[in-house]
């Protein structure tokens, strides 16, 4: 009989359950992650305590293993933000287990397509982060940005904006997901920290002024003949918008 | 001050706007020299306008001021609208800032003409130099070429840009002549031509070594206004074709043409300009990604696109003897010739069917687009259709799908779908 499972919600708990559930491949029906203090409603559930020791030595066989196609596919669903991501991933371990090297190429697969469309979702929304930040200076020098992304894209962009930004002080926090990349300047090195925002910060006088240039230039770029707003909501959604300047993100300048 | 600058900033976007390239791609630039900004290959848009356009480099005019008087232009000399200009260091500045707040990818500089072509190519080159020399700036850069100015102006401004464009403007002397009569077409091949040899030069040097500084990493590109002159869309492709063969242009961009001015030289109102520039580029596309040529999408007989069908869908059904093809079987080449089969699609079939035949649920789930695929494909030999049809009724059959789609403006930067490298490798433009 397919049994549910729950486990603490960290990526060592996670690593602990598939090095459990493949030592003995069973069926599997559900993987939730939620506190283990947390009483399940469903006593059938069976809660996996996390082994640090259990998850690192499984990680390290994983991926000397996988082909550097399959870690990438999943880093990515492990970053990704999805109901079911634990399960369909247990689905496909279960069937590289299996195939080796060979489910590289098994596209479509039904224990692969869906492990792949998600890691493609969340490559595809880290590729329109690296457009859709935008920093605001603030007091002290620094350039800070809010993003809400669907999926923990952080550590994908992150190498990104350190080459690029790489002689600026600048943090993006992530407010949905309640994490933030810091990046130093000095050292050279960003690091993904949790973060909660208490109070907005207080941009510079200069920031309020380049926001207006931007919020004029982008509004005079649209050519009235060709209006299309369907396209345009289809490339910028609207839940991205509330974090650009250009769609009316108010400036909290001091004056 | 500042409203100042905000005024000649919107006048300058506004005189820049109708330039239809925005792409980003094709330069990859790290940054080595402990400036800012590095250059992504994929390109990366940042934001979209109302008209569903992409923003990805802040696309402005050095001056609106000009001594052309081209029918078609919004800045030309007989309108009468407020001349202004930014100083090459106000177009540096401008760049930073908004660079340095992740609005943008790099800049798009092009401008009106003031007094003499080598003088206004100085002044772009100017900017360009302040922001790569003073600001240690590694951001992407698309520069203007003036026609008529000095060769060695062009090879100065591929030495700092990424890449460089002349627009040809329309598609034939005649039209020109008649539409830009202080501008020869002369003098906007040229330039082109420059580039080109300039390009293969550079790149035989580099390959003997790497200290030679880049020219024009990212090519050039041109545009062309649609509409606006009577050339057919054959004579429009067979250019395109000619110039992506003879002079290596990455991409030729097709402007839909907007009246902007009273000219009794103008058609009044251009009917459908938008579907035929949308058809332009999809046959633009199959020439540089599917390997199809110019005279099989087009002939004397038929000399312009179907607007109620893809130009690829119209080649199938005029080859349907040719149709319909195994999946497991054909070449890829043969599979980029499908309807319904994209590039990623027809790669990711070659690759999934090394593990096994496929069968039509396996398409969907690699991303055919089985409305149209489905008349032209079997798999295991089997089909979706229990009757083979003819081109005709097929022909009614495709057109019914496709016009429930509203016409809707290509996306000029498909950098924004790219999920990896391999998309970039494929679709980008190296």
């Known amino acids: 009989m397919p049994a549910s499972y729950r486990y603490d919600g960290s990526l060592a708990g996670l690593l602990t359950l598939y090095a459990r559930l493949l030592a003995e491949p069973v069926e599997v029906e559900r993987i939730s992650a939620t506190q283990l203090d947390q009483q399940s409603l469903f006593s059938s559930e069976i809660s996996i305590s996390t082994d640090q020791a259990v998850a690192e030595e499984f990680w390290q066989r994983l991926t000397k293993r996988l082909t550097d196609n399959s870690l990438k596919l999943l880093r ?20 590289e287990a299996e195939q080796g090297r060979r489910i590289d190429a098994m596209l479509a697969h039904p224990q692969v397509a869906p492990v792949w469309k998600l890691a493609r979702q969340v490559g595809r929304e880290a590729h329109r982060y690296l457009g859709f930040v935008r920093f605001q200076q603030v007091q002290g020098g620094l350039y800070y940005a809010v993003i809400r992304p669907d999926h923990r894209v952080l550590l994908l962009i992150g190498d990104h904006f350190a080459e690029r930004f790489s002689d600026q002080q600048w943090l993006i926090h992530d407010q949905r997901h309640g994490e933030g990349i810091l990046y130093d300047a000095g050292k050279k090195e ?21 926001q207006q240039l931007w919020r004029c230039y982008f509004s005079t770029l649209a050519i009235p003949e060709r209006r299309n707003l369907r396209l345009q909501q289809g490339k910028v959604p609207l839940k991205v918008r509330v974090c650009l300047t250009e769609f009316g993100r108010t400036v909290s300048a001091a004056d | 001050m500042a409203t100042d600058l905000m005024d000649r900033l919107k006048i300058l976007a506004d005189g820049a706007k109708y330039d239809v390239s925005c792409s980003s791609s094709g330069s990859s630039r790290a940054n080595s020299n402990g400036g800012v900004g590095s250059a992504a290959s994929t390109g990366i848009c940042h934001t979209w306008t109302s008209d ?40 540096a500045e401008l760049t930073i800032g908004f660079y340095r707040r992740n609005c943008i990818e790099g800049l798009f500089l092009s401008t009106g003409v003031v007094r003499s072509p080598d003088y206004t190519m100085e002044l772009l080159i100017q900017g360009v130099r302040t922001l790569r020399e003073e600001y240690c700036f590694n951001g992407y850069i698309h520069l203007k070429l003036v026609p008529g100015a000095d060769p060695l102006l ?14 040809l403007e329309l598609p034939t002397s005649a039209s020109l002549q008649l539409l830009a009569p202080d501008k020869s077409r002369d003098a906007v091949v040229q330039p082109m031509r420059q ?50 063969q003879r002079l290596d242009l990455k991409r030729v961009y097709y402007s839909a043409f907007i009246p902007v001015n009273q000219d009794t030289r103008l058609p009044a109102r251009p009917v459908a300009t938008l579907k035929r520039e949308h058809r332009l580029y999809q046959a633009d596309w199959l020439l540089r990604y599917y390997g199809f040529s110019a005279d099989e999408l087009l002939d004397e007989a038929r000399p312009n696109l179907d607007s109620e069908l893809d130009p690829k869908t ?6 349907i003897e040719l149709f319909p093809v195994e999946i497991n079987r054909v070449s890829y080449e043969e599979l980029l010739r499908v309807p319904g089969v994209g590039v990623l699609s027809a790669q990711r079939i070659i690759r999934a069917r090394r593990q096994g035949h496929l069968g039509l649920d396996d398409l969907i789930r690699l991303g055919v687009v089985m409305k149209r695929a489905r008349y032209f494909v079997t798999a295991r030999g089997r089909s979706l259709e229990a009757t083979t049809l003819d081109s005709s009724s097929l022909r009614s059959r495709l057109i019914d799908r496709t016009t429930i789609l509203k016409p809707q403006q290509l996306s000029l930067d498909f950098s924004s779908t790219a999920d990896d490298e391999i998309r970039s490798l494929i679709t980008g433009e190296l």
């Open chain 2, 154 to 167: 062009v090879q100065q401004a591929g030495r700092w840009a990424d890449r460089v464009s002349v627009n």
């Open chain 2, 52 to 91: 569903g356009r992409c923003v990805s480099l802040l696309k402005i005019l050095m001056t609106n001021a000009c001594i052309y008087d081209c029918a078609y232009c919004v800045n030309r000399r007989s309108n009468d609208t407020p001349r202004v200009a930014l100083s090459p260091a106000e177009v």
């Open chain 2, 314 to 319: 119209g080649w199938a059904l005029r080859h």
């Open chain 1, 76 to 95: 990515r669903c492990l970053l990704a933000d999805h109901p079911q991501q634990e399960l369909l991933l247990y689905r496909y371990l279960l069937l």
């Open chain 1, 190 to 210: 960003w690091l993904l920290l949790p973060m909660e925002l208490h109070e907005q910060p207080e941009a510079t006088p200069q920031e309020a002024q380049f």
């Open chain 2, 195 to 244: 580039v080109n040899r300039l390009i293969t030069i550079n790149r035989a040097e580099r390959k003997q070594s790497r200290k030679v500084p880049r020219f024009a990493p990212a090519g050039q590109s041109t545009q062309l206004i649609v509409g606006a002159s009577g050339e057919s869309d054959r004579q429009i492709v067979i250019l395109s074709e000619q110039l992506y």
